[in-house]
């Protein structure tokens, strides 16, 4: 796929990382749907997902609530809760393939060569054991390290995710931490092993906006520094922005866009897409009313037929009543809507002009 | 911003709430710390405006919510209403006077008894308050929730068969009932999703419009806050370090705190229209229960030098209408680097 390794000249960085590897991805997904049992009958809450992410590659995979991110990632380690009732499709890492690979092959992967982080720290941190302790599990498992050494390697994961006094830390339990703290050891737990792809699910949402930013930079410099791809899942447009090379768009349980990121904030393909974007209030006039999308997601027991975005998009025709494919769309660009080629959608605009006027004036 | 819906007059003299040097102090289990969650603040809110308060969590702000609608007695301070301290009225006359003043808190679910249907939440308020006969207060039930634009069979059911928004919208419409003056509106659209935030934004500025309702609108996204209000207010640690017209805070901001808030949010752009310089700052915020001497912000300051630590910066008036407590907010080209 040729897609996964295109980039804009200003977010190089990634690539440039990964060199000639850029042409075979690191993981490669195929035709992913997972289906549930429920009390209301079998639920399909995801469907042909397809992407790929190159080695060293940051991409960001958003969505609103409800519309599978979250699923996704965690199928990727087969991490299903137990009512999972179908789980189709091929999960290509590196020659071996996830969805069907022994538990014992899982495992070797799990924690080691795919880590992944998630929205809470304080839920994924055990409170009964050091910090200390929980970083170098991984290592322990993985690794013929003794313990000396893994205490060792834990304090130099520690200083490389910014905490002062690593060797003071490292026997911290983890209420003694703070929230951004807490968000660093999980990072150091996820990186100890040097995983070729972190996935990190929320890692900021729970943070306040002068951490958030911390914690953001961190995991870019370190997944550059690192080579480690980076899988980062969120609803806000924003953290993708900034942090990502490309954006992966679910709605209702299906990638609908998948571009590089800059390409897809300045000129999104599909409508939802746009519909995201221009509902945030830093792209609006202030005061004015904000645009929204009209309606709501649909609940999984009543996926519309054809384009499932089509009840609530203002573009929808005859043709968005057929079934919707993945279609490529040339400069590393793929989108699910039969329009997008008619359409001219808005996106992002510049605001830098207006307020650097405005900075300019002497207080 | 030639496009924008232009932001009403708003008389700068006709005070609706009044707030001075308010504390508030929160004695911790152990009875040996003291939590000061608020820490001498002190503004005024102008009737018919937005008035928004932006702060990072334990930044107090919240406290101050609660205590302007009197859900939070004061530790030391005071708050008027309208020119009247309502701690002074007799009780009856106590809680026919807070109906003027309502919240409405962040989480919809935690907000609505789940057994109870839709209308007799949105009629509690009225049945307490006993005005007029009970078809006399259904029918302003119902209004209520058809300003907000949920239909009347809406009314019948309960909150679980409810998306977010909606549930959002008859928090709002219960708040309504009463005809309050000022809505302390906390986290207001932080649970919903991005799509539906913009609808429910567009519904409270409809609301004040028709209504001529005073908001305070409290956020830790700076997104929001800059959009709907038209002053803000940056808490830190229990305290003010900014407050101005909009504008002014987000295009011109005074203290270095509001800077840093400003550039460390993400912004979704492509990175040829962001900003290259970025503010990132050290550690986290202090504990409301030991906070640092002087000025609040002083440990997370690049620009903190000894006075900083002697002394608690005065809130000065350093343009019109623009509020800053910091030592160095008034030398040329602070913060420009």
Redesign the interface.
């Known amino acids: 796929m040729k897609g996964a390794s295109r980039t804009?000249p200003?977010?190089d960085d990634a690539n440039a990382a990964s060199g000639k590897a850029a042409s075979t991805p690191l993981l490669s997904v195929r035709g992913l749907g997972i289906r549930f049992k429920t009390s209301q009958g079998q639920l399909q809450a995801t469907r042909g997902i397809d992407f790929d992410v190159a080695p060293g590659e940051r991409v960001g995979i958003v969505g609103?609530?409800g519309c599978g991110k979250t699923i996704t990632g965690l199928s990727i380690l087969r991490l299903l809760p137990g009512n999972v009732a179908k789980f189709d499709g091929s999960i290509r890492f590196d020659g071996l393939d996830l969805a069907t690979c022994s538990t014992s092959k899982l495992r070797a992967v799990r924690g080691r060569r795919i880590a992944m982080i998630f929205q809470e720290p304080m839920s994924a941190l055990d409170p009964v054991f050091t910090v200390g302790h929980q970083i170098s599990e991984a290592l322990r498992i993985h690794t013929k390290l003794g313990a000396k050494e893994a205490r060792e390697k834990a304090i130099e994961m520690l200083r490389s995710v910014g905490i002062a006094s690593p060797e003071r830390r490292i026997d911290d339990y983890p209420h003694q931490l703070?929230?951004?703290?807490r968000q660093r050891v999980m990072i150091a737990a996820a990186l100890i092993c040097g995983p070729q792809l972190l996935i990190a699910d929320e890692p900021t949402t729970a943070l306040?906006?002068?951490?958030?930013?911390?914690i953001?930079?961190l995991l870019r410099e370190l997944s550059i520094k690192s080579k480690t791809a980076l899988m980062l899942i969120t609803?806000?447009?924003?953290?993708?922005?900034?942090t990502c090379t490309r954006m992966i768009t679910m709605y209702a349980g299906e990638v609908i866009e998948d571009s590089p990121?800059?390409?897809a904030?300045?000129k999104p393909l599909h409508p939802y897409t746009s519909?995201?974007?221009r509902?945030?209030?830093?792209?609006?006039?202030?005061?004015?009313?904000?645009?929204?999308?009209p309606g709501?997601?649909p609940s999984l027991a009543e996926m519309p037929a054809g384009c499932r975005f089509r009840p609530r998009c203002s573009h929808a025709t005859k043709a968005c009543e057929g079934e919707q494919t993945l279609q490529d769309a040339g400069g590393g660009r793929k989108v699910r809507c039969v329009r997008f080629r008619e359409l001219d959608l808005p996106g992002?605009?510049?605001?830098?002009a207006?307020?650097s006027k405005?900075?300019a004036?002497?207080? | 911003?030639?496009?924008?819906?232009?932001?009403r007059q708003i008389d700068t003299s006709d005070t609706i709430v009044s707030v001075r040097d308010l504390e508030v102090r929160f004695q911790t289990q152990d009875r040996r710390g003291m939590l000061r969650a608020i820490d001498g603040v002190s503004f005024d809110v102008r009737r018919g405006e937005t008035f928004g308060i932006i702060g990072?969590?334990g930044s107090g702000k919240t406290t101050v919510g609660r205590a302007l609608v009197l859900l939070q007695k004061p530790t030391a301070g005071s708050i008027q209403h309208n020119g009247l301290n309502p701690q002074e009225l007799p009780a009856r006359d106590f809680r026919k006077h807070r109906r003027d003043y309502q919240i409405i808190f962040q989480d919809p679910n935690a907000a609505l008894n789940p057994r109870m249907t839709i209308l007799s939440s949105v009629l509690e308020p009225l049945d307490l308050a006993g005005e007029g006969n009970a078809e006399q207060r259904r029918q302003r039930a119902l209004q209520a929730l058809d300003r907000v634009g949920l239909s009347a069979e809406i009314g019948a059911r309960y909150p679980h068969q409810l998306?977010g928004?909606q549930k959002q919208r008859v928090l709002i419409a219960r708040a309504l009932t009463l005809q309050p003056k000022l809505i302390v509106c906390d986290e207001v659209v932080a649970a919903l999703?991005?799509?539906?935030?913009?609808?429910v934004?567009?519904l409270f500025?409809r609301l004040q419009r028709e209504l001529g309702l005073t908001y305070v609108f409290i956020t830790?996204d700076?997104?929001?806050v800059?959009?709907?209000s038209n002053r803000v207010a940056v808490m830190y640690l229990g305290r003010f370090t900014e407050l101005g017209p909009?504008?002014a805070v987000t295009?011109?901001p005074?203290h270095p705190y509001t800077q840093?808030?400003l550039?460390?949010?993400?912004?979704?752009?492509?990175?040829?229209?962001?900003?290259d310089r970025?503010i990132?700052?050290e550690g986290?915020?202090p504990s409301p229960l030991d906070p640092p001497s002087g000025c609040r912000f002083r440990t997370r300051c690049r620009y903190a030098q000894a006075v900083c630590a002697d002394q608690s910066p005065e809130w000065r008036e350093?343009?019109p209408d623009h509020w800053v407590a910091c030592h160095f907010a008034?030398r040329?080209n602070f913060g420009?680097n």
């Open positions: 804009t200003q977010t609103e609530s703070s929230g951004g703290m306040d906006v002068t951490v958030q930013a911390q953001l930079e609803h806000d447009l924003g953290v993708v922005a900034e990121v800059d390409d904030l300045l519909g995201l974007l509902s945030l209030p830093h792209l609006s006039p202030r005061h004015a009313d904000l645009p929204s999308i709501r997601v992002a605009v510049d605001q830098r207006e307020r405005a900075v004036v002497p207080q | 911003m030639t496009d924008a819906a232009p932001a990072e969590s998306s928004g999703d991005m799509s539906i935030r913009g609808d934004l567009n500025a830790h700076l997104s929001i800059s959009h709907i909009t504008d295009e011109r005074l840093a808030l550039s460390a949010e993400p912004m979704a752009v492509p990175s040829g229209m962001r900003e970025r990132i700052l986290e915020i350093l343009a008034d040329p420009a």
